[in-house]
């Protein structure tokens, strides 16, 4: 129960990272200039396949509750990826997005975003073209499976 409410905690806290400016299909906020370069050629297609947008929900939250996602892959370098993360409202907590810099390795993208308690987002690709998503914070994961969006 302490580790539901601690992933509350750090989803409200994120939720103030960024203010909603335009939305997908859905009701998850993206910012107006989310933009998606195509990866170099010369990437690994490992790395080139994260490239655009996907969507999903969150499974394994407070009240077997489920929350809407978008991860935007926005660009794909040797070093890694520029990523808008979005989350969509939920009872305990508000919409939001927030851009950063995610590092590819071992099959999988992952970002850190480091509030009072960090929380750990991680996506591996699948055999059926989705993403599997993991968040982690103090012990708390929470699940999703991710399918491409359009844009």
Do not use: N
Request: net charge positive; glycine share 8%.
């Amino acid at each position: 129960m302490q580790h539901l409410f601690t992933f509350a905690l750090v989803l409200a806290l994120l939720s103030g990272c960024a203010a909603t400016s335009s939305t997908s299909s859905s009701s998850v906020p993206l910012p107006p200039d989310v933009a998606i370069t195509p990866p170099d050629a010369a990437l690994a297609p490992q790395q080139r396949a994260f490239s655009g947008k996907w969507s999903g929900k969150w499974r394994g939250l407070a009240g077997g509750q489920q929350q809407e996602t978008v991860l935007v892959v926005e660009s794909v370098t040797a070093d890694g990826a520029t990523v808008v993360y979005a989350q969509g409202d939920h009872s305990r907590f508000r919409s939001f997005h927030r851009r950063t810099t995610a590092r590819i390795a071992d099959g999988k993208l992952s970002f850190t975003f480091d509030q009072r308690s960090p929380i750990t987002f991680t996506y591996q690709l699948q055999p059926d073209g989705t993403l599997e998503a993991q968040s982690q914070s103090r012990g708390f994961t929470a699940v999703a499976t991710l399918t491409r969006a359009s844009s």
